[in-house]
């Protein structure tokens, strides 16, 4: 069986990586090009002119895993402060080739030398540009044209970060590759986090191309929306990218305002009560692993979303600093910057913004307020848990199901 990408996810991964790729041409210049400017050569047999050799393949630009890798607080901040408007989600890795005289080449890629359950890109051209890995992961790739080319075999370097680059819609990641606190970590390739599909104020719909890509590339199933009805979510009713498969209407608010004894601490905020009931079905259909993989979105990807990201990765056990990493990734997409706090307080306030008219942010205030109300002096994932039953709802067998699911023998590393 093939999962076959038409010929426009070429270019659409080509304009991607104007942000940062890392993926190096053996022999040719970083963007693939093969020496001398040309892009394949006629030759009686396909041959392969960049050749990975079973090393690996770095996607992710290098200021993000600079990001990534900083430890110290202050010197993350700076780093926020220093390429704030800066755009590094481009993942992806060339491949190129000589030319048979084919009006199409097929490109193969697989996570097995036999090229079972491939994924199959269509190409007029003799080179190509592909994001869809796993970090980690061993892939083989070759080309068919009127000749067939030699198998190649490469690894995408590992890391906690997987943007997913979709035909028409931003800042989609996988919320994968994280460790949790109990030696494992957290499964890639079954939740994904983005912006919307269906085109509310004047943001054009997915495209077909986008859809197969998530239906067909990526495997996507169920599509969790977090938006308001009748209000920004454009009245969908449905699911974007498949409309036999299931779709979840879960409305949440973000930050503080999943927090039950708001009022308190932030007068300024109301906790959204409909929230609870949401994270009861968001958590029922989590609890079937039938339904995933999985992809969940509010309007940009950020907001709403984010929070449900630390809900789901603090219940797995992902520390509070790596969660926060996670959440900041968002600024360095076309979304815009999502801070912990503001930069005139040195980051230490917790709230980025809370003026009139500007999107409210308040990362930092939310886990405070969280572990101050659900902590208990425990782990985040304990108070994730508490609130989670006791605020919410959530029966203990939907969250220990959730568990397995997304943490089924995978072994955290040593990051």
């Known amino acids: 069986m093939t999962k076959t990408l038409k010929k426009g996810i070429c270019a659409v991964l080509l304009a991607a990586l104007c942000a940062g790729l890392c993926a190096c041409d053996v022999g040719g210049a970083p963007d693939g090009t093969p020496p001398g400017g040309q892009t394949g050569s006629v030759t009686e047999r396909l041959e392969l002119r960049t050749v990975y050799g079973g090393g690996t393949v770095d996607l ?6 600079e990001y990534l890798s900083e430890q110290e607080f202050e010197a993350q901040c700076a780093f926020l402060l220093a390429h704030s408007g800066e755009d590094y989600d481009g993942q992806a890795i060339s491949f190129s080739w000589t030319e048979d005289g084919s009006e199409s080449y097929s490109v193969w890629f697989a996570d097995n030398a036999e090229f079972e359950d491939a994924l199959v890109v269509e190409t007029s051209d003799a080179s190509a540009y592909v994001g869809l890995f796993v970090p980690g992961k061993t892939y083989y790739w070759k080309v ?20 997913v680059s979709v035909e028409g819609i931003g800042n989609v990641r996988d919320i994968g590759g994280w460790n949790a606190s109990d030696g ?28 197969r890509t998530m239906r067909e590339s990526l495997g996507m199933r169920a599509e969790i929306d977090l938006r308001l009805p009748g209000i920004d979510d454009a009245d969908q009713s449905e699911n974007a990218f498949d409309s036999t498969a299931p ?19 932030d007068p300024k905020h109301s906790y959204f009560e409909e929230g609870a009931g949401s ?21 940009s990807g950020a ?9 789901l990765n ?18 360095f997409t076309a979304i815009g910057d999502r801070w912990r706090g503001s930069a005139e307080s040195g980051f230490t306030d917790g709230v980025m913004s809370d003026e009139e008219g500007k999107t409210y942010v308040a990362w930092g ?42 943490l089924k023998g995978i072994v955290a590393d040593a990051r």
Not at 60 to 65: G, K, S
Not at 186 to 209: D, K
Not at 314 to 331: C, Q
């Open 314 to 331: 603090g219940l797995l056990g992902v520390s509070y600093e790596d969660l926060t990493r996670d959440f900041e990734i968002t600024s």
């Open 60 to 65: 992710c630009a290098p200021e993000l895993r």
């Open 144 to 163: 068919e044209g009127k000749t067939t080319s030699a198998t190649d075999s490469f690894v995408p370097l590992d890391m906690p970060v997987r943007f």
């Open 303 to 311: 907001d709403r979303a984010g929070t449900l990201t630390y809900l």
């Open 279 to 299: 994270l009861r079905e968001i958590f029922a259909l989590l609890a079937d692993e039938s339904n995933y993989p999985v992809y969940y979105h509010c309007l």
């Open 184 to 211: 494992r970590r957290v499964r890639y390739g079954m939740l994904y986090r983005g912006s919307q599909l269906n085109g509310y104020g004047g943001v054009t719909p997915l495209p077909e191309e986008g859809k």
């Open 247 to 265: 779709y979840l209407k879960a409305p949440i608010q973000p930050y503080t305002c999943i927090v039950e004894d708001l009022s308190e601490d």
């Open 365 to 406: 205030m939310m886990h405070e307020l969280f572990m101050k109300y659900y902590g208990e002096g425990g782990s985040l994932a304990d108070a994730v848990e508490r609130y989670l039953t006791s605020v919410c709802g959530v029966p203990s067998e939907h969250i220990e199901a959730f568990r397995n699911i997304m």
